[in-house]
């Protein structure tokens, strides 16, 4: 496209290949109006407080509280919960996460009673799916893997109907960590794209685009049985193009389930919203993702990557 530009003092005609948006600072942010869709009813005190006693009890933390995720009343309602691993502060900075950044370059050995206390908490919750995600850890050697295998291993002993759901970060492209969560066993192992190719470097700029489908294709190539997934949230400034792109990137390295929901900017300091979906754009794009051949997918405002995980267990392809 060719835009007219004040540059070095005078008006120039430049072309550029992307949206002009990708090339304007976070600084100068358009603001859109919530639309009346993205409304959330309030949660009930008594699950609230039974749920988060509980992990407090056992010096857990969640992503639900930690990423302020929208769907936090409706899980904590139902008695289930996200669990967090590996400790609350990220030695990664994205644009859009609400979880803490750390400052400095070591955020100690990973807690030895995470794994065990988690399973009992499972147990107590009755849970039939659990999901277990964690922070970005680069500065341990297995870059938290092995917090990882011990949470599943914990699970299975506690819990052997339990359905484990892992949602992982990318390992810096570490091989033998990868490995070592898939031969854990998980029935989903989980990897959140979370955006378009063309904004990656932007909003994940200590991430790789290519290095997180890669991770998504080599999980199928350990254990082919592995259902694996991911997640993309909506409304950062992606085209359709550059959306329907990435879902074609997922489905050509293996993805079986895919999760699409609004992105919802945390604070004035983070990623602005640059467009808020309809509920009939979400219910295209669920239409155009299952043509694609995806399993399974849960497209909505609110959704996020553990929204109804329990709804994956038993499908087959």
Known sequence: MIYLIYLNNIFEYIFISQPLFLFCEMSVPMVLRKPSWLRIGLPSADAMHSIKALLREKGLNSVCEE?????????FQNRTACFMILGRRCTRNCSY???EHAHGSFLGQPDMAEPDNIAIAVKE?????AVITSVTRDDL???GAGQFSLTVAAIRRNCPGTWVELLVPDF???ASALKTVV???PNVLSHNIETAKELFYRVRPQGDYGLSMA???RAKEIRPVLKTKSGMMLGMGETREMLIATLEDLRRNGVDFLTLGQYLQPSKDHWPVRKYYTLKEFSGLKAVAEKMGFLHVESAPFVRSSYHAERLRGIKG
């Open 172 to 174: 810096s492209g570490s």
């Open 215 to 217: 991770l998504l294709k």
């Open 125 to 129: 919750l009755c849970l039939r799916c």
């Open 183 to 185: 031969d854990s066993g």
């Open 141 to 143: 050697a297995d870059f």
């Open 67 to 75: 990423a302020s995720c929208p769907n936090i009343n409706e899980c």
């Open 97 to 99: 996460c609400d979880v």
